[in-house]
């Protein structure tokens, strides 16, 4: 599986569109690049996955570079409750499902 | 739709002793999911069952781990004996489409 490298932690204003970036230079071909979060005491949640093209839900927009080796999840309009921490994963088909392995995630803070 | 019910929550026992967490995906999911979540760190997968059949466990510590999913449907997962460093929080998730994963609240257990 390709390793994502993401910032340890970031701030964000209230109201303000949050960008978490997100580097995977070594990802393969076949590996969809995922979001997931997970808010204090609560299991992951889902965000958005995508492959190559942007990716857009009532969440979320992810941007990926055309060379693949990074992206960007887009929270147009930070609120409170999105304080949470943010996993990047590059992901790979096992079988019939996807394999998922987070690592250490972005501690994003929106402010009041 | 309901989802993902993990119980108990929360449980604190001696070293040494047995525990176990039982988990119930959401209906029509045949994929269920294991993880292990340490203090500050990301979700790790312990084993994947694919309806009744595990088929990744090759992260499992078969020593003092057991898993099973009776029926294609709720799964167990049990620690015997316990030891200091299980203290963790253990996650089950389900999925169906395999693109994305339903993750319960987890179970957070302490060993004394």
């Known amino acids: 599986d390709a390793k994502t490298t993401q910032p340890t932690s970031m701030d964000c204003a209230e109201g303000r569109a949050a960008n978490l970036p997100c580097n995977h230079s070594?990802?393969?071909?076949?590996?969809?690049v995922y979001w997931y979060r997970q808010i204090h005491s609560q299991g992951p949640q889902y965000i958005i996955h995508?492959?190559?093209n942007n990716e857009t839900n009532e969440m979320a927009s992810l941007i990926i570079t055309e060379d693949r080796k990074s992206s960007t999840l887009i929270l147009p309009h930070a609120t409170l409750r999105d304080t949470a921490v943010y996993y990047c994963i590059a992901s790979p088909l096992s079988g019939s499902a996807r394999q998922l392995t987070f690592g250490s995630g972005t501690q994003l803070t929106v402010l009041p | 739709e309901a989802g993902v019910v993990q119980s108990p929550r929360y449980k604190i026992i001696e070293k040494k002793q047995p525990v176990a967490f039982w988990c119930n995906p959401i209906?029509?999911?045949?994929?269920l999911y294991w993880y292990l979540q340490n203090l500050g760190q990301g979700p790790e997968l312990l084993i994947r069952y694919e309806n009744e059949e595990a088929v990744d466990d090759s992260q499992l510590p078969k020593d003092r781990f057991s898993a099973e999913r009776l029926k294609g449907v709720d799964s167990t997962l049990k620690i015997q004996p316990a030891e200091l460093g299980d203290s963790a929080v253990y996650l089950c998730?389900?999925?169906?489409?395999?693109?994305?994963?339903?993750f319960g609240p987890g179970t957070r257990l302490t060993v004394l």
């Open positions: 998730a389900s999925s169906s489409t395999g693109d994305e994963q339903f």
């Open positions: 070594t990802i393969s071909g076949n590996e969809y």
């Open positions: 995508g492959l190559k």
């Open positions: 209906s029509g999911h045949n994929t």
